[in-house]
């Protein structure tokens, strides 16, 4: 597959032409244009080093043009200047319509030719042979740029299709279509994503796909008492260029098939197979990992009748079968887990889970709790992490977290988190102090690292046992304005 390509800059001119040209062609009436900006001033007081001093300071100031010249059609700029002392080495960056798109809509298709957008997601009922954040060439945000036409309402049939072009030469292809039958009781599908690397017509990575979904419980009535039972079913096979016919399986598929919607009485169900033969998956994937295992998966909630209680078991079991282990076994892995879901008065929630992890290496237990309550005036959070449990690496995390409106204009943010260890105890702590007193524009301050912290106990970054992590020294001050 050969499409001509733009460079970055040069299509990004052809869109700054394009939307120039057609609000200049629409009659003043009917054109509806919309200028806005929005401008952030950032600066960091670092303390890491004992002695606090002024670092990082940035500017960043964008500008936004949106036009609407006639109803089915819609123009986009974005203009954006940036100070920034630590960004390529440079005191300033100024770039010119750094993204734009250009939209056509009619009754039954839209298009859109875009510029460092990220336009690639699409909705794949289980196999994912395409991910989004795999095309869209990201260096600090979207760097690809191509065309994607969104279609639905022809003959019942809906789907999308897209093309990208990469800065390094490479481009890609996705395609999704479905179409239900009976009432939406059944739905078929189809995928298809082909990644060209720029070096040959077949040195390319493509994968093709089908799938089903069914409603049995409206399908056959005497299941009907069993919930909707949704079953959905996609296969797919690697049909990649020249590489793939050097390997030993030259068409390898992979399958995934689950159950959904099965309710007997006050339990819900879900279960799934699935079985990835190696070199299914490509680059256009995230999910490379998954190549060349089976493995099922079972879930059961009950929901505790007329009380807010919720009780769920699950199970996954994996098991490769072609990498062996140090003593000649296959790798596998299973991974057990009860949860207890509990709703109290007045806005507290609980949460209790134990998940029993085990694989050739051993096994590794884990236990969270987590207490959770929320009014008009406050949120909080807190939560207790026992990690590998009974193991050489055991250690013990907790997490609190807490949102306050202080007043109408004042909000405070802060989030806490130690690690007990047997040779050490770390922590980290985020707060934050954000003003919104002014119409279009708002103020923070900030103190410590928010990404230690994302997840609480949870984050994995911090919570581990060779992490030697602690509490970081940075005050930010932020102002943002947006007109």
Same mark, same amino acid.
């Given at each position: 597959?050969?499409?001509?390509?733009?460079?970055?800059?040069?299509?990004?001119?052809?869109?700054?032409?394009?939307?120039?040209?057609?609000?200049? +062609?629409? @009659?003043?009436?009917?054109?509806?244009?919309?200028?806005?900006?929005?401008?952030?001033?950032?600066?960091?007081?670092?303390?890491?080093?004992?002695?606090? %001093?002024?670092?990082? @300071?940035?500017? $960043?100031?964008?500008?936004?043009?949106?036009?609407?010249?006639?109803?089915?059609?819609?123009?986009?700029?974005?203009?954006?200047?940036?100070?920034?002392?630590?960004?390529?080495?440079?005191?300033?960056?100024?770039?010119?319509?750094?993204?734009?798109?250009?939209?056509?809509?009619?009754?039954?298709?839209?298009?859109?030719?875009?510029?460092?957008?990220?336009?690639?997601?699409?909705?794949? @009922?289980?196999?994912?042979?395409?991910?989004?954040?795999?095309?869209?060439?990201?260096?600090?945000?979207?760097?690809?740029?191509?065309?994607?036409?969104? !279609?639905?309402?022809?003959?019942?049939?809906?789907?999308?299709?897209?093309?990208?072009?990469? #800065?390094?030469?490479?481009?890609? !292809?996705?395609?999704?279509?479905? #179409?239900?039958?009976?009432?939406?009781?059944?739905?078929?599908?189809?995928?298809?994503?082909?990644?060209? !690397?720029?070096?040959?017509?077949?040195?390319?990575?493509?994968?093709?796909?089908?799938?089903?979904?069914? +409603?049995?419980? &409206?399908?056959?009535?005497?299941?009907?008492?069993?919930?909707?039972?949704?079953?959905?079913? &996609?296969?797919?096979?690697?049909?990649?260029?020249?590489?793939?016919?050097?390997? #030993?399986?030259?068409?390898?598929?992979?399958?995934?098939?689950?159950?959904?919607?099965?309710?007997? %009485?006050?339990?819900?169900?879900?279960?799934?197979?699935?079985?990835?033969?190696?070199?299914?998956?490509?680059?256009?994937?995230?999910?490379?990992?998954?190549?060349?295992?089976?493995?099922?998966?079972? &879930?059961?909630? $009950?929901?505790? @009748?007329?009380?807010?209680?919720?009780?769920? +078991?699950?199970?996954?079991?994996?098991? +490769?079968?072609?990498?062996?282990?140090?003593?000649?076994?296959?790798?596998?892995?299973?991974?057990?887990?009860?949860?207890?879901?509990?709703?109290?008065?007045?806005?507290?929630?609980?949460?209790?889970?134990?998940?029993? $992890? #085990?694989?050739?290496?051993?096994?590794?237990?884990?236990?969270?709790? &987590?207490?959770?309550?929320?009014?008009?005036?406050?949120?909080?959070?807190?939560?207790?992490?026992?990690?590998?449990?009974?193991?050489?690496?055991?250690?013990?995390?907790?997490?609190?977290?807490?949102?306050?409106?202080?007043?109408?204009?004042?909000?405070?943010?802060?989030?806490?988190?130690?690690?007990?260890?047997?040779?050490?105890?770390?922590?980290?702590?985020?707060?934050?102090?954000?003003?919104? %007193?002014?119409?279009?524009?708002?103020?923070?301050?900030?103190?410590?690292?928010?990404?230690?912290?994302?997840?609480?106990?949870?984050?994995?970054?911090?919570?581990?046992?060779?992490?030697?992590?602690?509490?970081?020294?940075?005050?930010?001050?932020?102002?943002?304005?947006?007109?």
């Amino acid at each position: 597959m050969q499409i001509v390509k733009f460079l970055p800059r040069q299509f990004s001119f052809v869109l700054v032409v394009c939307c120039a040209a057609v609000t200049a +062609a629409a @009659p003043g009436a009917l054109a509806v244009s919309f200028l806005e900006g929005y401008y952030e001033v950032q600066t960091e007081l670092n303390g890491q080093d004992r002695s606090w %001093g002024l670092n990082n @300071p940035r500017h $960043y100031f964008e500008l936004r043009f949106r036009t609407t010249p006639w109803t089915e059609v819609e123009g986009f700029l974005k203009m954006s200047a940036e100070s920034n002392r630590w960004k390529d080495y440079k005191p300033y960056n100024l770039y010119f319509a750094n993204e734009g798109h250009i939209k056509l809509r009619t009754k039954n298709v839209e298009a859109v030719l875009f510029s460092q957008q990220n336009r690639f997601w699409f909705s794949e @009922p289980l196999l994912e042979i395409v991910n989004a954040d795999r095309v869209k060439d990201d260096d600090y945000g979207p760097r690809a740029q191509g065309v994607r036409v969104d !279609f639905w309402g022809l003959r019942d049939f809906s789907g999308v299709s897209y093309y990208s072009a990469k #800065r390094n030469g490479d481009d890609a !292809f996705a395609f999704r279509t479905r #179409r239900p039958f009976l009432r939406d009781r059944v739905v078929l599908g189809a995928t298809m994503a082909n990644h060209n !690397f720029g070096t040959g017509v077949r040195d390319y990575d493509r994968v093709v796909a089908a799938d089903v979904e069914l +409603a049995l419980g &409206e399908i056959f009535k005497p299941l009907a008492r069993f919930g909707r039972i949704t079953w959905v079913t &996609e296969a797919g096979k690697n049909v990649s260029g020249a590489w793939l016919r050097a390997v #030993r399986n030259p068409l390898p598929y992979g399958v995934k098939t689950e159950i959904r919607d099965l309710s007997i %009485g006050d339990f819900y169900s879900v279960a799934s197979y699935q079985h990835y033969e190696t070199n299914f998956y490509t680059g256009l994937s995230s999910r490379e990992s998954d190549d060349d295992y089976r493995g099922y998966y079972v &879930e059961t909630n $009950y929901r505790v @009748p007329t009380k807010a209680v919720n009780l769920k +078991a699950s199970r996954y079991d994996y098991r +490769a079968f072609r990498y062996a282990d140090s003593r000649g076994r296959l790798w596998q892995r299973t991974q057990n887990l009860a949860e207890l879901y509990v709703e109290f008065v007045r806005g507290f929630t609980a949460k209790a889970e134990y998940r029993h $992890y #085990r694989d050739n290496n051993g096994t590794y237990p884990n236990f969270f709790f &987590e207490v959770a309550g929320e009014n008009r005036l406050a949120r909080i959070k807190t939560q207790l992490r026992v990690k590998d449990i009974d193991t050489a690496y055991q250690l013990e995390a907790y997490g609190f977290e807490m949102s306050m409106n202080l007043s109408d204009r004042w909000k405070f943010y802060s989030r806490v988190m130690n690690v007990n260890v047997p040779t050490q105890s770390r922590q980290t702590v985020f707060f934050q102090l954000r003003y919104t %007193g002014w119409s279009g524009g708002e103020a923070f301050v900030e103190f410590g690292n928010p990404g230690h912290s994302d997840n609480l106990v949870n984050d994995d970054d911090f919570v581990q046992w060779s992490s030697n992590t602690d509490i970081e020294r940075y005050v930010k001050l932020f102002l943002k304005m947006y007109y």
